[in-house]
């Protein structure tokens, strides 16, 4: 198809304009060869004539809507400039979208703003795709990259390039992020980490804010990052190129330095940054010339804590200081003032502050720095002359020092950085990152600028003989034969500068003399280059040269070519930082000496030598950056490249802002426009076969459709479209088509479609016109055939016929009546007569039915009576049995707790025989202890006596004192009305001098220590006791009067007190000997009573070994006491022979038990009146003490108070404080005497009392005495009564042993039948006649209680399994290890393995073992772990010990005896709870054992399911005849590369039905092993969420997914999906609404998207999906065919205003690792576990059933 013939009318071309570069428009008119003009109408409706060239060049063509917005710009059918521009504004503008292919390139396009395309969960759905699998992005860069290292054991490189602000340094940093993510190390050294920490630094100390960007990469990078064997991270390597030194000292409007100055400015204030004494950033020359020192929304005070967090993440905590120290050192320099002396003379001020610290900093001598950058010394012949320099020179030799100190530091800290990153090991491949400068065209372009343009030079060069190296590989690949293609060589260029006699070899040779200059080096420019065509001398200038370079022509100023290439510093300055004390310093220039090609000095000798012969021998800064450009070629050419192209969109950094003449101009400059040329000069546009099949099988015939091979069908359709051969070529897997051919293959699929549809509506439009047409027809026909009838009625209609019609008509009327009145008359008779018969019919038949079920009923209910009678007189019989034998063994108890009891009460009578006894003789010595006591009380009274008499002397004495104290008491008394007196006026004096009389207190204290009352307390207490003194006086002033009075009486009743408690001490020693007594006659009495129940006892057992043999009788006789009570309401015959027994029992406990309760509250209240006695005994003799130490303290006190009267004079006013504090003690003591009086003699009247209490209780145990005495025979004359009625049961005991041996007898065989109860039920009735009539013919009325009988236990299996301890690995090894799920366990029944180990368990609680349990459990789990291990990927052993895990963990929640468990058990299963243990603890390690089983088994279902997701739920067509194929670029997909035998990459296609018979065998082999219905409902969500995560972030990251039929084929698999899950009976896991979002998505991708209430509609259902998501769908959206329309950009701002109040997750990707919690629902088993077969096969042989 030639091109000219795609001209026609309706298509649209390209025209160039100057604001829009290109500008679309439509052709009016079919062109014609020859035309001049061509009818074109723009998109505004303006027409125009576009005039055609002389050489009939037509404008571009522009490609169908169809093909605009591809992922790749190489799919596009024409491949031109404004194709490129136009297809980049779309994606970038409309699609929001930054990243496009061209070819191998990806270009990125700077959004200026935060995306959220750079998560880790984006990171993981790149890591492992091909490169054309998902979306454009840097991260399917780098995982190409990685890829190809790992598979082809090759290096790889990223080169990351464009101009200033387009994004490389974030390209960069993303690359190497991708990295750092997908191939962690194992090690602990955090390699990545590091890594990715080194771009702080570098960015901190090689970046500024230009007009252009605000993080401007000043230098290029190249990092090496190191890769094992392993292929993770084992360290990096930076090399740098042509760092921009002039920035330190220089800045253009509206610039900064470099970040790391401002940083620290920012951080001055900071402790670490005082000793640098740094200022503000605008009060430093180097900081302040471009008169920014911020950046919006920078904070370079947190950024100055990120570099420093990063130097100690490097290990360069130390280095860090040193840094900073020189940096700062470079900042004071440049504010050294340096004054113009005169013309050519300057110097610098000594005292200039910062100055001084630029030395202190650096360790240089402030002299020589200031010497030696105002002067310079030049060695002539004969001597050596200083000469002074004017002040621009010595400005110049300062900023030349400023540029090398920083240019030294950047090398050495990118040096250390390399120290750090590097770890051991030997390096077995690398990725290396290339972030350098893109081509670079200014207003005024110098010596950076051509350096840079060199580069990229050299980088093109290099990226166009790669791309023709990948195009001769493909066409080679494919078998298609290799063409030159003509393209732009920029070799010419690259000779012009780096040739010999070029740029570069005579600006070196120009350096080389001393007085070169500029000038002289552009003249030998333009004598030498002139000729060439690649370079250009200005009309307009003599100072410029121009070269051609492959983007542009660019201008180079030659001012300071010269200066910028030598990079020179005095030698004078260099031996003064050489002499520095800083280490650091001096280690830079010591490097230079040593080394033999300097870094970045020059050093020029002071006696100028011989020339070198070589010049190369004389390195420059251009000549190094040669060398190193080599290196980095080199390097570039020995690995695999793969290119970034970043562009930016607007000068004014503004978001999603497209400015064309800026793109293009990158476009250009960056060889993306070069790479379009080359690609349209081949074959640009390439479809596999089964795509072009798929797209354009409409356009061929049927019988072309009906050919088996789709490649040769695709050959024969193309061959007739398209005649000429050379605009297509047929590969192996390929076809290889023109620029061009797909848009015209377009065009002939529209106008086919155009045609199919016009011919559609053809029809259709016919076939509504026809059916109107008909009806109409009809309608007409039907009036015509009313209005003629009408017509020929009224021709034909007279009045004779009127009347004979309407006599004909009266006639009618009555015969018609009459011949319906008569039929109806029969009708009703044979109506009636037939209801008579039937209602006849019916009613016997409803009576025959009542008979019979009235008879039925009859039958049934005598049958039931028989049954049911039949049913309880079994039952009855049954029950009677199990009684006859409980009450024969409860009778057996009875009797042996009756004579148990039996003995105890001969033993109480014994006891109260001799506690009778013993009270009387302690009632005898109480009587004799009573005389006793009344001759002490006279010994007591002349002890008395003599006491008053000491005590009238003690009254003498104390009367002379009473004389005494009265005096001493007058004189206290005038004493205290005077003080009265004084108190009452000067209250509120007092108050105020309370302060000083404390201190006067605490200094009278003191002197008062001496004496021995004054020592007890401490000041503090003093101070308060004093305080409370002063108060009681005045209450005690009247009390004082009459001391004397009450001391007389106060005596008086001390001596009646004293005679008092004398007696009562001779009386207490009496009384305890008698509580004494008491005691041992209760213990005699007690003894006796436990001889005489003993005896008793032995009478008992003998009675009964007589009565019942030997047999068991001990425990009926424990059990004959309790059973007392309740066996008197049995009536049977068994209990009558123990009524006497019983009576005789009863009567005696009971006085038993009364005279003990007696005989013991007897004792304790004779212990209690002793305690009682004591004690008031101890509290008298403790009154009478504090009594007399009372007396003796008053004594004291008049000695004292008398005393301090004598010594101290001058203290009254204390001494009176002190009698009144004595006065008060006396009152005490009259009050505690008074109590005490009174006390004693309450004391004494109790005692009286006591002791006729005593005396009554005395005569009341005699009485009780005499009582039992009479109670103790009546005993004796029982038990002889019940020994002789043993006498007469023990001739019974021969017959009543033979009746026991047939009753165990009949007892066994009872046993053996009720195993097979129904079978034998007439047997066993009889059999209990049997023995029902054999016990009546062998008991006796006293024979009852002998008979026992075994309880009737049915032999039954318990359903545990009992094993040996030396077995339990054997059992492990059977039930865990060696279990197979397609071996033996295919015909188990679900969780039998569970249930066996269970039932080991029962075993070892029931054995109460706690050993064996804990073993055993800790074996099964060891167990089921070791299983777990080693089948790690064996989806069907996970799944059957997650089936059998769940059931032992059931199995110990629902036999634990918990309640919560036990409600729904039958009896029969509580009967199987465990008893001894609780295993809480091993269910808690077994649910945490089962959660791991369960991620383990989802992570294995996952892998699996995985690789179908994408392919099956996105990418097949489910839908026949919906394909979604579309035009693709370079970048194909793997499954759609089609070799030679169809298959697609030799990987299997997967489909829905594919994923849906995955999960049909995951959900049969969880069936098959039992697992519970809501934990495989579990399993199913979580891997349904997996489906809907992973098929929705594909369709985020892959454009052509985002379409209307791609909507429809995901909502037709969401149905198979629902439907499956109503297949398998699982809607209640709610897996559906893990695949709402997807659902959502899809109902997006289908729905209209053009008006506001399809965007309300939109934000109200897509509840699901995050406004980020929505955002991206609708900007991704691509239409198939042009029928479709794209998503208008104003509708997306419409939707995404509606969206912002939304609350939701800002990120784009759904977290496809995200897991559900599982939980264990509690099942109830219904599995009995005695019923419990344990199957051969299983060779369980070493364990048993109990």
């Not at 004595?1222 to 009247?1245: G, N």
């Amino acid at each position: 198809m030639a091109l000219l013939e795609l001209y026609t009318k309706y298509n649209r071309v390209w025209i160039p304009d100057e604001d829009e570069v290109w500008k679309s428009a439509e052709i009016l008119q079919d062109f014609t060869p020859g035309d001049g003009v061509l009818q074109l109408q723009l998109d505004d409706g303006t027409e125009l004539q576009y005039p055609l060239e002389g050489d009939g060049q037509l404008p571009p063509l522009r490609n169908p809507d169809i093909l605009v917005g591809e992922n790749d710009l190489t799919a596009l059918s024409y491949l031109h400039e404004p194709a490129v521009l136009h297809n980049l504004r779309v994606r970038f503008v409309d699609s929001k979208i930054i990243y496009t292919y061209c070819g191998i390139i990806l270009v990125a396009v700077n959004p200026y703003k935060q995306l959220p395309i750079y998560g880790d969960a984006v990171i993981h759905a790149y890591s492992g795709q091909n490169m054309g699998d998902l979306d454009p992005h840097i991260f399917a860069v780098a995982e190409e990259a990685y890829k190809q290292m790992a598979r082809n054991n090759r290096n790889q490189s990223i080169i990351v390039s464009g101009e200033s602000g387009a994004g490389k340094t974030v390209s960069a940093r993303y690359a190497m992020r991708y990295f750092a993510m997908v191939s962690k190390s194992s090690s602990k050294t955090r390699v990545e980490d590091k890594v990715l920490a080194s771009n702080p630094i570098t960015e901190a100390i090689g970046n500024a804010k230009t007009t252009r960007n605000d993080n401007s990469s000043r230098f290029g990078k190249y990092t090496e990052i190191s890769f094992d064997k392993r292929y993770q991270i084992t360290g990096a390597n930076m090399r740098t190129y042509l760092l921009e030194k002039s920035r330190v000292v220089f800045q253009s409007e509206n610039e900064r330095n470099y970040h790391i100055f401002y940083q620290m400015c920012a951080s001055a204030d900071q402790p670490d940054f005082k000793s640098l004494r740094l200022l503000s950033a605008d009060k430093f020359n180097y900081t302040n010339m471009g008169g920014e020192t911020e950046i919006d929304g920078v904070d370079d005070c947190a950024e100055m804590a990120v570099t420093c967090q990063t130097f100690t993440l490097l290990g360069l905590k130390d280095f860090q200081a040193d840094v900073f120290k020189m940096l700062a050192g470079i900042l004071h320099l440049g504010n050294v003032v340096i004054k113009a002396v005169d013309a050519d003379k300057s110097s610098i001020n000594t005292s200039d502050a910062h100055l001084a610290v630029f030395c202190d900093l650096l360790g240089v001598r402030g002299a020589d720095v200031c010497r030696w950058l105002c002067h310079r010394r030049i060695v002539l012949s004969s001597e050596t002359v200083v000469k002074p320099q004017p002040v621009q020179r010595a400005v110049n030799a300062r900023d030349a020092l400023a540029k090398h100190l920083y240019a030294f530091l950047f090398d050495c800290v990118i040096r250390r950085i390399n120290q750090a990153l590097q770890v051991p090991g030997k390096q077995h491949s690398f990725i290396g990152v290339l972030d350098i400068y893109g081509f670079e065209t200014f207003d005024v372009n110098s010596f950076e600028q051509f350096c840079i343009n060199y580069a990229n030079e050299k980088l093109q060069q290099q990226f166009n003989l790669h791309v023709f190296k990948l195009e001769q590989d493909e066409y080679m690949k494919e078998g298609i034969p290799w063409t030159l293609i003509d393209f732009y060589d920029n070799q010419p260029v690259i000779d012009l500068i780096e040739a010999k006699m070029g740029v570069l070899d005579l600006l070196d040779e120009e350096c080389l003399f001393p007085q070169g200059t500029d000038k002289n080096w552009l003249q030998k420019l333009y004598n030498y280059l002139g000729s060439r065509p690649v370079f250009e001398k200005p009309r307009l200038s003599n100072e410029a040269f121009v070269i051609q370079h492959f983007a542009d022509k660019v201008e180079y100023q030659c001012k300071g070519f010269l200066e910028k290439n030598r990079d020179t510093l005095y030698e004078e300055l260099v031996d003064t930082m050489r002499a520095s004390k800083f280490p650091l310093l001096a280690e830079f220039f010591k490097e230079e000496v040593n080394n033999s090609t300097p870094k970045a000095i020059k050093v020029k000798a002071a006696r100028p030598g011989v020339k070198p012969a070589n010049k190369q021998l004389r390195s420059t800064v251009g000549d190094k950056f040669r060398s190193s450009l080599y290196l980095l070629m080199e390097t570039l050419n020995a690995t695999t490249p793969h290119y970034v192209r970043c562009i930016k969109p607007n000068e004014e950094k503004l978001p999603f802002e497209y400015d064309s003449k800026r793109v293009v101009q990158q476009l250009r400059a960056c060889g993306v426009l070069e790479t379009v040329h080359i690609s349209a000069q081949s074959y640009p546009s390439r479809w596999t076969y089964i795509e072009f099949y798929s797209r354009y099988s409409i356009l061929m015939s049927q019988a072309e459709l009906r050919m088996e091979e789709k490649k040769q069908t695709c050959r024969t359709v193309l061959q007739r479209l398209i005649p000429d051969t050379n605009q297509y070529k047929f590969g192996r897997t390929k076809i290889f088509l023109r620029a061009g051919q797909v848009a015209y293959l377009e065009k002939l699929r529209l106008d086919c479609l155009r045609t199919a549809c016009i011919t559609i509506q053809k029809h259709v439009r016919g076939w509504r016109h026809r059916r109107h047409f008909l009806l109409m027809r009809q309608a007409a026909v039907t009036i015509q055939q009313y209005v003629r009838g009408s017509r020929q009625v009224r021709r034909t209609l007279t009045a004779e016929t009127l009347k004979q019609a309407w006599a004909a008509v009266v006639i009618q009327r009555h015969c018609r009546g009459y011949l319906v009145r008569r039929v109806y008359q029969l009708v009703l008779l044979a109506t009636v007569t037939i209801q008579a018969y039937v209602r006849g019919w019916k009613a016997r038949k409803r009576y025959k039915k009542m008979v019979e079920e009235n008879k039925v009923l009859v039958l049934q209910k005598y049958t039931r009576a028989w049954l049911a009678r039949r049913r309880f007189q079994t039952m009855r019989r049954l029950v009677l049995n199990v009684q006859l034998s409980y009450r024969v063994q409860q009778l057996r108890k009875k009797v042996e707790e009756q004579n148990k009891e039996n003995r105890g009460l001969m033993e109480r009578l014994t006891s109260l025989a001799n506690t009778h006894a013993q009270s009387l003789d302690r009632i005898q010595a109480l009587e004799v202890e009573l005389s006793k006591a009344s001759n002490e009380r006279v010994s007591i009274e002349e002890r008395e006596k003599k006491g008053k008499e000491e005590t009238n002397q003690v009254l003498a004495q104390l009367r002379s004192e009473r004389d005494e104290i009265n005096l001493e008491k007058q004189a206290v008394q005038q004493k205290l009305k005077e003080s009265i007196q004084q108190m009452t006026s000067n209250f509120e004096e007092v108050k105020k001098k309370l302060m000083e009389d404390l201190e006067r207190e605490e200094r009278l204290r003191k002197v008062a220590e001496h004496s021995g009352e004054l020592q007890k307390e401490d000041a503090a207490k003093e101070v308060a006791v004093l305080r409370e003194e002063s108060r009681r006086l005045r209450e005690e002033k009247v009390r004082l009067q009459g001391q004397a009075e009450e001391d007389t009486r106060l005596h008086h009743e001390l001596q009646q007190q004293l005679s008092q408690l004398t007696k009562h001490v001779k009386v207490i020693p009496e009384l305890r000997r008698e509580i004494n007594s008491l005691k041992l006659e209760k213990v005699d009495m007690d003894r006796r009573l436990r001889e005489q129940t003993q005896q008793t006892t032995e009478k008992m057992n003998l009675i009964t070994r007589q009565l019942l043999g030997e047999a068991k009788e001990e425990e009926l006789m424990l059990r004959l006491t309790k059973e007392v009570t309740e066996a008197a309401d049995d009536k049977g015959d068994l209990l009558f022979a123990f009524d006497g027994l019983q009576n005789a029992s009863r009567v005696v406990e009971s006085h038993l038990r009364d005279q003990k309760e007696s005989y013991e509250s007897q004792v304790e209240a004779l212990v209690f009146k002793n305690d009682h006695l004591t004690r008031e005994n101890q509290q008298l003799q403790a009154l009478f003490q504090e009594k007399s130490s009372v007396n003796d303290s008053i004594g004291q006190e008049v000695v004292r108070l008398t005393a301090e009267n004598m010594v101290i004079p001058e203290l009254k006013q204390q001494v009176s404080e002190m009698q009144r504090h004595r006065q008060d003690l006396e009152t005490q003591l009259r009050e505690q005497s008074t109590a005490m009086t009174a006390k004693m003699t309450r004391v004494s009247s109790e005692l009286q009392d006591k002791l006729e209490e005593e005396r009554a209780q005395r005569r009341l145990l005699e009485e009780r005495t005499r009582e039992s005495e009479s109670e103790r025979e009546e005993v004796e004359r029982r038990l002889e009564e019940l020994e002789e009625e043993m006498v007469q049961l023990k001739t019974l005991q021969d017959a009543e042993n033979e009746a026991k041996l047939k009753l165990r007898q009949e007892t066994s065989r009872l046993t053996a039948e009720n195993m097979d109860f129904e079978e034998q039920l007439d047997m066993k009735d009889r059999t209990i006649k049997r023995m029902q009539d054999q016990i009546k013919a062998l008991q006796a009325p006293a024979t009852a209680v002998s008979q026992k009988a075994a309880p009737v236990v049915p032999k039954e299996f318990l359903g545990m399994l009992e094993y040996k301890r030396q077995d339990e690995d054997r059992l492990v090894r059977t039930l865990i290890l060696g279990l197979k799920p397609r071996g033996v366990v295919v015909n188990m029944i679900p969780g039998l393995a569970a249930h066996l180990l269970f039932m080991c368990v029962r075993h070892a609680d029931y054995l109460n073992d706690d050993t064996k349990l804990k073993s055993l459990m800790r074996a099964i789990i060891s167990g089921i772990k070791q299983v777990i291990m080693d089948h790690e990927e064996d989806f069907e052993i996970l799944s059957f010990w997650l089936s059998n895990t769940y059931h032992l963990l059931n199995c110990l929640k629902q036999y634990s005896g918990e309640e919560e468990f036990m409600k729904h058990n039958t009896p029969r299963q509580n009967k199987n709870c465990l008893q001894n243990f609780d295993l809480s603890e091993h269910r808690q390690i077994l649910s945490d054992l089962a959660i791991r089983i369960y991620h383990q088994f989802i992570n294995v279902m996952e892998d699996a399911l995985f690789p179908m997701i994408v392919p099956g739920m996105l990418e097949h067509e489910s839908l026949q005849g919906i394909s979604s194929m579309k035009p693709t670029g370079l970048r194909k997909r793997s499954r759609s590369v089609l070799d030679e035998g169809g298959d697609a990459g030799g990987g299997q296609a997967y489909s829905v039905a594919s994923i849906l018979q995955l999960l049909s065998t995951f959900h049969s082999s969880m069936a098959q092993q039992g697992m519970e219905v809501q934990l495989q409902g579990q399993v199913v969500r979580q891997l349904f969420y997996l489906i809907g995560a992973t098929a929705l972030n594909s369709i985020l990251l892959r454009k052509d997914l985002c379409s209307c039929r791609k909507g429809m084929q995901i909502r037709c698999n969401i149905s198979y999906m629902e439907e499956w899950l109503r297949e398998k009976d699982l809607q209640a896991c709610s897996a559906m609404e893990t695949l709402g979002p997807l659902a959502q998505a899809a109902w997006l991708l289908q729905v209209n998207k053009t008006t506001d209430e399809d965007a309300a509609e939109i934000q109200q259902r897509c509840r699901e999906l995050s406004a980020v998501q929505i955002v991206k769908i609708l900007n991704s959206y691509t239409p198939i065919d042009d029928f479709e329309k794209r998503v208008a950009p104003a509708f997306v701002r419409k939707v995404q205003a509606l969206l912002q109040e939304r609350e939701g997750s800002s990120q784009l990707m759904m977290d496809a690792q995200y897991r559900f919690q599982v939980t264990f629902p509690f099942c109830l088993s219904t599995q009995a576990l005695e019923l419990l077969q344990v199957p051969s096969s299983l060779q369980l042989g070493f364990v048993t059933r109990i």
